[in-house]
């Protein structure tokens, strides 16, 4: 079988090459799955760098955080062969070889069945950055957001969960305001139905005052640091902020006031270890609530021989949309 393998040399210093492993060197798992496609995310970007981005433990290694295939062989009677499946999370690319090879052996608990209407591509345009975008959705909406409370912002818009998070959230009726750093992307923010596309710098002035006009109904945020903090003193009595992504930093200097005076919430989104069932609603909500000619759009394909030069551009913020990698071309 094909894959993408990370070797790591006398130096310390890990490179990846396609090159032919035999099947038995799989990890060990309940279900084998005949990966069709995969995709490139920010920590496939990590994992794919000299020094592994602190997420690599052991080498040789394949990664890829996710993919979608067909069962090939299975020992859980929740999965027959011929099954198509979609598997997110559960440090699969980082601590355990993962979606960049041919086949992958999982343990069942981490598969969940591709709902009627998402085929393993659609399913992969999604990906986990689309899967974290509808966790951060539901997560909105299951503290009380619903279309005709006000705009909901989204940051990071241009990346992977911040388009598919506009995507859904136009797509059911919300008034989409999107935050990019990158001005040429706004035709393809409006496109996804962002109805007001705003400057990055606009929104990441240093916080004056821990308070300033209610004007978010909802957020989600794939940045974090400055730009989080900022956004917190501009959320609606009893919004929620969805906080899904660190690229703008762990450190967070923020006020406790629109916490205590507004009642703001802070929801931590983490796709990792998602229970099953969490995971089996977000997904029925892709199957109904994302356009998937929309989602499309946003798709640059790629393959396998690829995958290390794209990951060096997603690292320096240079990937629009979503990176979907075809395994088999």
């Not at 951060?136 to 598919?164: I, R, Y």
Request: with cysteine; aromatic share 4%.
């Amino acid at each position: 079988m094909r894959a993408l393998v990370m070797e790591q040399g006398e130096d310390g210093l890990a490179a990846a090459q396609i090159t032919d492993i035999d099947e038995a060197m799989l990890p060990e798992g309940d279900v084998t799955v005949a990966v069709e496609y995969s995709t490139l995310n920010y920590k496939d970007g990590l994992c794919l760098s000299p020094k592994g981005g602190g997420l690599v433990r052991n080498y040789p290694h394949v990664p890829g955080i996710d993919f979608a295939g067909t069962v090939e062989t299975s020992d859980d009677p929740r999965f027959a062969a011929g099954d198509k499946v979609v598997l997110t999370g559960w440090r699969v690319g980082e601590n355990r070889w993962g979606g960049y090879a041919e086949k992958a052996r999982v343990k069942a608990d981490w598969l969940v069945p591709l709902p009627d209407g998402l085929s393993p591509h659609d399913a992969m345009a999604v990906g986990t950055a689309g899967f974290t975008a509808m966790l951060a959705v539901m997560a909105l909406e299951d503290h009380g957001l619903t279309p005709d409370k006000g705009p909901v912002l989204v940051t990071g818009a241009a990346g992977g969960v911040g388009s598919v998070a506009t995507a859904i959230l136009a797509h059911i009726g919300y008034d989409v305001a999107a935050v990019t750093g990158r001005p040429e992307q706004a035709d393809y923010l409006k496109s996804l139905g962002a109805k007001t596309i705003i400057a990055r710098d606009e929104i990441n002035e240093t916080v004056k005052r821990p308070l300033e006009t209610e004007t978010w109904a909802g957020c989600i945020d794939a940045v974090g640091g400055d730009m989080l903090a900022r956004i917190l003193g501009q959320m609606k009595y009893g919004a929620s902020v969805a906080a899904v992504g660190l690229a703008g930093g762990a450190h967070l200097p923020a006020s406790v006031v629109p916490f205590l005076l507004r009642g703001v919430n802070l929801l931590g989104i983490d796709s990792v270890t998602q229970p099953t069932e969490n995971r089996k609603r977000a997904w029925a909500r892709v199957a109904t609530d994302l356009p998937l000619a929309k989602l499309h759009d946003m798709v640059h394909p790629a393959t396998l021989t690829e995958l290390p030069d794209l990951g060096a551009a997603i690292l320096k913020g240079g990937i629009k949309g979503r990176v979907v990698v075809d395994v088999n071309a």
